[in-house]
């Protein structure tokens, strides 16, 4: 348990943070589903849509670090190749 006001101070704001980032997470997963749902239709132009609304939000999580670039990077790659051999 928190003894000192610092810790005490870090668990309340450690729980806003966790809602504010299950937030953000929860946003851009709509936003991967939504591409994921255009490739299981085929519809490449929807498809190439969707990512291109994707892609600012993907690189938003990492710029605010509640995901990993590396974690965003793989997952737009996969993506642009789903994409790509729609044609």
């Known amino acids: ?6 810790a005490k101070k870090r668990i309340r704001r450690n729980e806003r943070r966790a809602v504010i980032n299950g937030n953000r997470v929860s946003r851009i997963r709509t936003f991967v589903k939504k591409v994921e749902a255009a490739l299981a239709a085929g519809d490449k132009e ?9 892609q600012p939000e993907m690189a938003r999580g990492v710029a605010k670090g509640v995901l990993h670039k590396n974690t965003v990077s793989r997952k737009f790659s996969r993506l642009t190749k789903r994409i790509a051999a729609l044609a």
């Open 1 to 6: 348990m928190a003894n000192t006001p610092q």
């Open 46 to 54: 929807t498809a190439t849509v969707a990512l291109a609304a994707a």
